[in-house]
């Protein structure tokens, strides 16, 4: 198979028109071209507003060799594809199913491994099902009733189930796992394009159909899905777990227990420092959400007159400070909402979210500034997750219980708003304006000051005042890292510390590529159910 790379075309190009230009720029006739596919398309916009695409194109053709040989003015290597396989089983027998606590993408990926492996896993998951969690969230928005145990932290799909269904990672992969996570995205239902556009997104909406139709065919392959089951205890004996407690209630034997739970599941963490399971306090950022004119990010991005083919721009955007804190953009959501992210009575939280579509009228990102460990390390190994309280309980103070919302200007100023500009908020739950320098300690304030008006010389138009600021964006990662060693087991022989949650992950891709690790760790050790 060979290998273009750079292939420059227009934005209306389709399979014909690649079809014939790689055979005049490779000098073949077309009918020496068998099978064509795109790897990789990202849009190159640098010289507006002349815009095009640039493509990785893999193709079979009839005398590969003497197209390697011969000179074109085209980027040429032949590449082997390996697919991604299954590893055999090992020798050791269990006595009970493997058991995943956690059933969002590291869970997921993990239990449809192991259910394809023929070990039939039981999975359990503290929130509902994706259609009951839905509507759980539904009823949070509209009333302000919290479900603390099926809300967007918890339940089916985890919390990536509401959010933008970003599929990037930077997670270097040489053994095919991030193709095989969006194959199997893409046949559970997802689109296509998610396999080669430079920053796929499956879309909020569709994220729960692909979700049920993965349960259901774990499923199928005798595995379990076990909802409203909270683990709130572990049992061990000499130094191997041996069992897991749910709802306080009931005991479930188990050998190979692996921990999916999530970035948010504190109570989990609390149980495990009890457990004395190792763990450490990790590096973790946190801010606001702003939100500006989708229109206007558009603009920067494409050029004035963009064409309407190209949907909704996203951004990034990164700034080292003087103070030596980074500030930078994260889970940017083009034509996205806001969202009451909050999963504790008392507590305030937000997140992004778009649907598939990416069709409401503002761009919304988090604007986060990097906290480590001297932070709030004094507060020992939880301690960042204290911190994340300490602010989440100030934001619903300052909002009284509705999404606290202040305009960048007035937050520069350190005055609440008493109204909006022209930019109205897209949010999901109530808001309310308020002052969110109340929520903050001086030194995310001023650093989201600074890194704001530093932006403004990457993307016109920014700082400008009216740009909206909501908050808290306080659960952007684990404060807490479960150390595992080579064999991904915890510090409890058995115990298997997985995804985002455990401190080994950064969203949804890289997520469910660590619980396919962890299951083919378990398949190599032992023996099919």
């Not at 928005?141 to 919390?159: R, V, Y």
């Not at 005991?251 to 227990?257: G, N, S, W």
């Not at 301690?383 to 200007?409: C, N, S, T, Y």
């Amino acid at each position: 198979m060979l290998r273009i790379q750079q292939l420059k075309v227009p934005l209306t190009y389709d399979e014909a028109y690649l079809k014939k230009e790689l055979s005049r720029k490779l000098k073949i006739p077309s009918s020496e071209i068998k099978e064509l596919k795109v790897r990789k398309q990202s849009l190159d916009a640098r010289k507006k507003p002349e815009l095009y695409y640039v493509l990785t194109v893999d193709l079979t053709v009839t005398k590969e060799q003497t197209l390697i040989k011969k000179k074109t003015n085209l980027m040429v290597s032949q590449v082997t594809e390996t697919p991604y396989q299954i590893p055999e089983s090992g020798s050791i027998p269990l006595s009970s199913r493997p058991v995943i606590v956690g059933f969002g993408p590291a869970g997921l990926f993990c239990a449809l491994l192991l259910a394809r492996a023929g070990y039939r896993p039981l999975v359990l998951e503290r929130g509902e099902d994706v259609d009951h969690r839905t509507a759980a969230v539904e009823k949070f928005w509209s009333t302000g009733i919290l479900n603390t145990e099926s809300n967007i932290q918890f339940g089916e799909g985890g919390a990536g189930t509401f959010s933008d269904g970003k599929l990037n990672t930077l997670v270097k992969d040489n053994c095919g796992r991030n193709h095989y996570v969006l194959k199997n995205f893409v046949e559970a239902g997802a689109d296509p394009d998610i396999l080669y556009v430079n920053k796929p997104h499956i879309g909020t909406d569709v994220l729960r159909d692909v979700i049920r139709h993965l349960r259901e065919e774990i499923f199928t392959l005798g595995g379990e899905v076990r909802f409203g089951a909270k683990v709130t205890d572990l049992k061990q004996k000499n130094g191997k777990i041996c069992s897991v407690t749910i709802n306080e209630i009931e005991e479930i034997p188990c050998e190979a227990l692996v921990l999916a739970i999530g970035h948010s599941a504190r109570d989990t963490f609390a149980m495990l420092n009890r457990h004395q399971i190792l763990m450490q306090p990790k590096s973790f950022a946190v801010g606001l959400r702003i939100e500006h004119p989708q229109e206007m990010i558009n603009q920067d991005q494409y050029g004035a007159d963009y064409p309407d083919l190209l949907g909704a721009a996203n951004y990034k955007v990164t700034r080292k400070l003087p103070n030596g804190r980074g500030v930078y953009s994260f889970c940017m959501c083009p034509g996205g909402y806001v969202v009451n992210a909050s999963s504790e009575e008392g507590h305030l939280a937000v997140n992004g979210m778009s649907y598939r579509a990416r069709d409401s009228k503002n761009a919304n990102s988090a604007m986060i500034v990097t906290v480590t460990p001297e932070d709030f390390g004094h507060k020992g190994i939880l301690g960042g997750i204290e911190f994340q309280r300490d602010l989440e309980k100030l934001a619903f103070q300052a909002g009284e219980g509705h999404v606290p919302v202040q305009l960048f200007g007035d937050f520069c100023e350190n005055k609440a708003s008493s109204g909006l500009g022209d930019v109205t908020p897209c949010i999901k739950g109530s808001y309310q304006l308020t002052n969110l320098r109340s929520v903050l300690p001086e030194f995310l304030s001023d650093s989201l000051i600074e890194g704001v008006k530093g932006f403004e010389r990457q993307i016109k138009g920014y700082s400008r005042p009216d740009a909206v600021f909501s908050g808290v964006e306080s659960r952007t990662s684990s404060p807490v890292r479960i150390l595992r060693g080579e064999q991904f087991t915890a510090s409890l022989d058995g115990l298997y510390p997985c995804g985002e949650g455990a401190g080994y992950a950064g969203g949804i891709t890289s997520a469910a590529m660590d619980g396919l690790k962890v299951a083919e760790s378990i398949i190599k050790k032992y023996r099919k159910f």
